[in-house]
C-alpha cells in the first residue's frame, strides 16, 4: 500500500539552528501539507502546497518556515533558526484532491535544546 | 477558538461492546469531515469521512453520523476490538479551503 515517508525519525537540533525535515508523498499526489502536534497538544495545520506554490499557511508559519519541493518529488519543511517551542511531531500529508482525505506520514520528532 | 470539539479526552469500553466518539463543530462553512485514528508515535491514519450531503457513512465496524443542525458528527465503532484502543481525532475542512482542522482527540481504551 502507497504511504507517505518522513526523514530523519528524530532530528536533535541546537536552538538557533536550521533544520530541514523531509517527505516522499505517495507517488500521484497533488497536495502537500505540514502539520504538528507539541505533546499532549492538537495536530495543528501549519501549511498546504500545491502546484509549486503555498495555497494556504497557518499563524504558525511565519518567516522562520519555508516549504519547498525541489526535485519534484520530495517535500521539505525548513526551519531557519529553530526556537524551544518549535519541539514537536510534525507531519507530512499528502491528498490527491482537495477537500478530500490526507494520507499522513510516520512524522518526524523535532527535539530543540 | 476550537472549531472542532471533542469533549471528552478519554473513553473506556468493553470489547464486544459499542464505542461512540463525539465531536462538535463551530464552523457552518465546514462541508468535509473526517475520523482519524493514531497510535503513539505514529502519524494519524485515516479512518472514515463524510460530506455534509449524507448523515451516514458506513465502512465495516465504523459508522460515522452527522447531524448538520446540531452541528454535530459520531464515530460508532461495533463490535469494539482491542486493536482499536488508539486516540480519535475529528477533523473538518471547508471547500474555499485547503487544509483539515483537528479536534484535540479522545483517547479510546477498550477494556477485556
Known amino acids: 500500500e502507497p504511504e507517505v515517508t518522513q526523514t530523519p525519525s528524530h532530528q536533535v537540533t541546537q536552538m538557533g539552528q536550521e533544520v530541514i525535515l523531509r517527505c516522499v508523498p505517495i507517488?500521484?499526489?497533488?497536495?502537500f501539507y505540514w502539520y504538528r502536534q507539541i505533546l499532549g497538544q492538537k495536530v495543528e495545520f501549519l501549511v498546504s502546497?500545491?502546484?509549486?506554490?503555498?495555497?494556504?499557511k497557518s499563524e504558525i508559519f511565519d518567516d522562520q518556515f519555508s516549504v519547498e519541493r525541489p526535485d519534484g518529488s520530495n517535500f521539505t519543511l525548513k526551519i531557519r533558526s529553530t526556537k524551544l517551542e518549535d519541539s514537536a511531531m510534525y507531519f507530512c500529508?499528502?491528498?490527491?484532491?482537495?477537500?478530500?482525505?490526507?494520507?499522513f506520514g510516520q512524522g518526524t520528532r523535532l527535539t530543540v535544546v | 477558538d476550537q472549531q472542532v470539539k471533542q469533549n471528552s479526552p478519554s473513553l473506556s469500553v468493553q470489547e464486544g461492546r459499542i464505542s461512540i466518539l463525539n465531536c462538535d463543530y463551530t464552523?457552518?462553512?465546514?462541508?468535509?469531515f473526517l475520523w482519524y485514528k493514531k497510535y503513539p508515535a505514529e502519524g494519524p491514519t485515516f479512518l472514515i469521512s463524510?460530506?455534509?450531503?449524507?448523515d451516514k457513512n458506513e465502512d465495516g465496524r465504523f459508522t460515522v453520523f452527522l447531524n448538520k443542525s446540531a452541528k454535530h458528527l459520531s464515530l460508532h465503532i461495533v463490535p469494539s476490538q482491542p486493536g482499536d484502543s488508539a486516540v480519535y481525532f475529528c477533523?473538518?475542512?471547508?471547500?474555499?479551503?485547503?487544509?483539515?482542522?483537528f479536534g484535540k482527540g479522545t483517547r479510546l481504551h477498550i477494556l477485556p
Open positions: 500529508a499528502t491528498g490527491y484532491r482537495i477537500n478530500t482525505e490526507a494520507f
Open positions: 502546497f500545491y502546484n509549486n506554490e503555498i495555497s494556504e
Open positions: 463524510i460530506s455534509s450531503i449524507k
Open positions: 477533523a473538518a475542512s471547508a471547500n474555499r479551503d485547503d487544509k483539515i482542522i
Open positions: 507517488s500521484n499526489h497533488l497536495y
Open positions: 464552523n457552518s462553512m465546514f462541508d468535509y
